[in-house]
DNA sequence: GGTCAACATTGGCATAGACCAATGGTGTTG
DNA sequence: CAACACCATTGGTCTATGCCAATGTTGACC
């Protein structure tokens, strides 16, 4: 049943099973042999190994720094998602969280953003974009759009720290449902830029649209999380 | 804010850019030109070329057969999750769905099969392996365990056709609350004979948790969903 | 007319080597 | 002793090339 597998087992993922048991037992951070090292080692070529090596890395297994060298990764984090927001996800898990905003502005809003929000386009929406952080590491590049211009926003986030709170106790907003919607990609230069992860990492992105109790769409957000090192859990009990 | 990413932007990001226009207007399974053409039109070497290739494949705007050519990808399918079952997600959304059973047996439940469902060791647990197929193509490996034997498991299944609907219609057990986790993981040997993809691929591993209304679990699920084809969609309202 | 063998085409894997870019250490210098 | 220039090391990108494996077509043969 699998013997025709393994004769048909390229060369670098025989590498990759390799480097698996040469990693086993080393601490996060380890520093592993030079690519140049590994080549002349399994008596192969750079070119096989970096392709052994980069599958690892998207893995979520490995990470490597140019100049440096290449590392056994800690472990991925979990991270649970529910109807509240990114913070209080973390602190329920005792995550230290944190986010740095990128930008906060009123915009008119395009296609896409009008779509999901239900609004004719050209309205204006007020932008929110972010970079999460998890334990002080960046996870997450997340771009909210709220329909409106809502007023003393900027202070009020900048006091609660958190956009659910600040839309619940200052403008009395309560999200009664999100639809997420979570598909995979490449990390593009922008994604390697605000993540500091490397191009063509596998990427989690996430689209939420949240609504109130009325149904009426209240944000529309799109979160790309590194997919090496993020776990993505819902739970949904009976009702829905 | 741009200029200088452009700068460092490489070769193969810059062909990728090229290749997406040149894919614009083309219909899902037109031939693009093959890699050595490529290589030569953009004064390039067919590594380069690849290199850009693979990342569109791994995107799914690309598909590839080795012997025929390089094509234009269909669009992603998006599913969307709820308590309900692959086939009545599927059936929700028109989609013609089906399964292939690939085993389906009494085993004696491993160290992780147990933890999760809440066992000891050793204990007896019905597994069933199936191929997830929508509009006849397959789109996700899937292995469940449920605690026990149950007896006239697969006479009723083979009616049925829904897991789902066998646990509740026969053995009165009804779902009420599932815990999804969502991750990346790269195709191996195993998923590339499975689904038919390439080495490498990147794939939505989706380990599901099911209990009943008293909070025992009823079924642990590992799926591996192609990322190139698939959308994962959750909803959720207040009240969790 | 159908069958099968041979062959050209196309993607898949691997090699060897070159140069660039980031990092970190070394040693000089103020 | 601190700051800085230099340099070796290491990963990042790219080239050029060869052979293998799967596919599909062409043409010989029955």
Same mark, same amino acid.
């Given at each position: 049943m699998s013997s025709d597998v393994a004769h048909a087992t390229p060369k670098y993922y025989?590498?990759?099973?390799?480097?698996?048991?040469?990693?086993a037992g080393l601490r996060p951070g380890t520093l592993i042999p030079t690519e140049r090292a590994l080549a002349e080692k399994?008596?192969?070529?750079?070119?096989t190994v970096r392709q052994a090596?980069?599958?690892?890395v998207a893995e979520g297994k490995l990470g490597r720094i140019q100049g440096h060298g290449t590392f056994v990764a800690p472990p991925k984090v979990?991270?649970?998602?529910?109807?509240?927001?990114?913070?209080? @996800?973390? =602190?329920?898990?005792?995550?230290?969280?944190?986010?740095?905003? *990128?930008a906060l502005?009123?915009?008119?809003?395009?296609?896409?953003?009008?779509?999901?929000?239900?609004?004719?386009?050209?309205?204006t929406v007020t932008r929110l974009e972010r970079i999460r952080l998890i334990?002080?590491?960046?996870?997450?590049?997340?771009?909210?759009?709220?329909?409106?211009?809502?007023?003393r926003f900027k202070s009020s986030l900048a006091k609660a720290g958190s956009l659910y709170a600040v839309l619940a106790d200052v403008y009395g907003i309560r999200i009664a449902e999100v639809e997420d919607t979570v598909e995979t990609a490449l990390a593009g230069p922008e @994604?390697? =830029?605000?993540?500091?992860?490397?191009?063509?990492?596998?990427? *989690?992105v996430v689209h939420r649209l949240a609504r109130d109790a009325a149904g009426a769409p209240v944000e529309w957000t799109r979160s790309?999380?590194?997919?090496?090192?993020?776990?993505f859990v819902s739970r949904v009990k009976s009702g829905n």
């Amino acid at each position: 049943m699998s013997s025709d597998v393994a004769h048909a087992t390229p060369k670098y993922y025989l590498l990759k099973t390799e480097l698996l048991g040469l990693m086993a037992g080393l601490r996060p951070g380890t520093l592993i042999p030079t690519e140049r090292a590994l080549a002349e080692k399994y008596a192969t070529s750079r070119t096989t190994v970096r392709q052994a090596i980069s599958e690892l890395v998207a893995e979520g297994k490995l990470g490597r720094i140019q100049g440096h060298g290449t590392f056994v990764a800690p472990p991925k984090v979990t991270h649970v998602r529910q109807l509240t927001s990114f913070s209080d @996800d973390a =602190r329920a898990q005792r995550l230290r969280s944190d986010s740095t905003v *990128l930008a906060l502005d009123v915009m008119i809003s395009d296609a896409e953003v009008s779509a999901h929000l239900g609004l004719d386009q050209g309205k204006t929406v007020t932008r929110l974009e972010r970079i999460r952080l998890i334990e002080g590491e960046p996870l997450a590049h997340e771009t909210a759009w709220l329909p409106g211009k809502l007023p003393r926003f900027k202070s009020s986030l900048a006091k609660a720290g958190s956009l659910y709170a600040v839309l619940a106790d200052v403008y009395g907003i309560r999200i009664a449902e999100v639809e997420d919607t979570v598909e995979t990609a490449l990390a593009g230069p922008e @994604d390697v =830029r605000r993540l500091g992860i490397e191009m063509g990492a596998p990427l *989690l992105v996430v689209h939420r649209l949240a609504r109130d109790a009325a149904g009426a769409p209240v944000e529309w957000t799109r979160s790309a999380f590194r997919g090496d090192r993020f776990r993505f859990v819902s739970r949904v009990k009976s009702g829905n």
